[in-house]
């Protein structure tokens, strides 16, 4: 499992998805789930960095997994999500911000693949590691594959790690093509 892990914490680092020591990324199986270990470097993750922890309730080594080990609770509590990712992208966080100034509770993409693919992706609020966030986050996907929690990143949910990685790549692009093109329309001066 941790091999399955590592690879896609390499695949987060190289896309620029996270900086080597942030984001995290899970795997449920049956009552459990893997998850990353707080602090862990994602391009380097080795079998210790992953622990095994209930789904159902807090245990010991909740101690020293990822401080966001109560959101992937709650998410795989409440989805139907067998594997979860939370990066920091950048452009998901820009997007988070400029959005919520302009009184919005959602990303809308404006690619056709994003469009297609995610439809909407909600904006969540809650501090890092709180029951708060981890309630909103799973409120929000249990119908949307991805959220982005406001200037903090992503978490993308799928039925295996792969799906997830591809969420969350599909967030980055599509908040990176609304990013780019809102600058063109300003430049141009367009409405």
Same mark, same amino acid.
């Given at each position: 499992?941790?091999?399955?892990?590592?690879?896609?914490?390499?695949?987060? +680092?190289?896309?620029?998805?996270?900086?080597?020591?942030?984001?995290?990324? *899970?795997?449920?199986?049956?009552?459990?789930?893997?998850?990353? @270990?707080?602090? *862990?470097?994602?391009?380097?993750?080795?079998? %210790?960095?992953?622990? @095994?922890?209930?789904?159902?309730?807090?245990?010991?080594?909740?101690?020293?997994?990822?401080?966001?080990?109560?959101?992937?609770?709650?998410?795989?509590?409440?989805?139907?999500?067998?594997?979860?990712?939370?990066?920091?992208?950048?452009?998901?966080?820009?997007?988070?911000?400029?959005?919520?100034?302009?009184?919005?509770? @959602?990303?809308?993409?404006?690619? *056709?693949?994003?469009?297609?693919?995610?439809?909407?992706?909600?904006? +969540?609020?809650?501090?890092?590691?709180?029951?708060?966030?981890?309630?909103?986050?799973?409120?929000?996907?249990?119908?949307?594959?991805?959220?982005?929690?406001?200037?903090?990143?992503?978490?993308? @949910?799928? *039925?295996?790690?792969?799906?997830?990685?591809? +969420?969350?790549?599909? +967030?980055?692009?599509?908040?990176?093509?609304?990013?780019?093109? %809102?600058?063109?329309? %300003?430049?141009?001066?367009?409405?």
């Amino acid at each position: 499992m941790w091999q399955e892990i590592s690879k896609f914490g390499k695949k987060l +680092v190289e896309q620029g998805l996270v900086s080597s020591h942030f984001g995290n990324i *899970s795997v449920r199986v049956g009552e459990y789930m893997y998850i990353t @270990r707080s602090g *862990s470097m994602l391009d380097e993750i080795t079998k %210790d960095d992953v622990v @095994r922890v209930s789904i159902y309730e807090p245990t010991s080594l909740d101690l020293i997994a990822s401080s966001e080990v109560t959101a992937h609770r709650e998410i795989y509590k409440n989805t139907s999500a067998l594997a979860i990712i939370h990066d920091h992208s950048p452009f998901a966080v820009i997007e988070s911000l400029i959005h919520r100034e302009q009184g919005k509770e @959602r990303i809308v993409p404006i690619d *056709s693949e994003g469009s297609y693919f995610l439809h909407d992706i909600p904006i +969540v609020e809650g501090g890092i590691g709180t029951e708060k966030l981890a309630n909103n986050l799973a409120r929000a996907l249990e119908e949307r594959k991805a959220a982005v929690v406001y200037s903090h990143g992503v978490f993308a @949910r799928g *039925s295996i790690l792969e799906e997830a990685f591809v +969420v969350a790549s599909m +967030v980055e692009h599509s908040c990176k093509m609304m990013y780019y093109f %809102d600058i063109w329309k %300003d430049m141009n001066k367009l409405p």
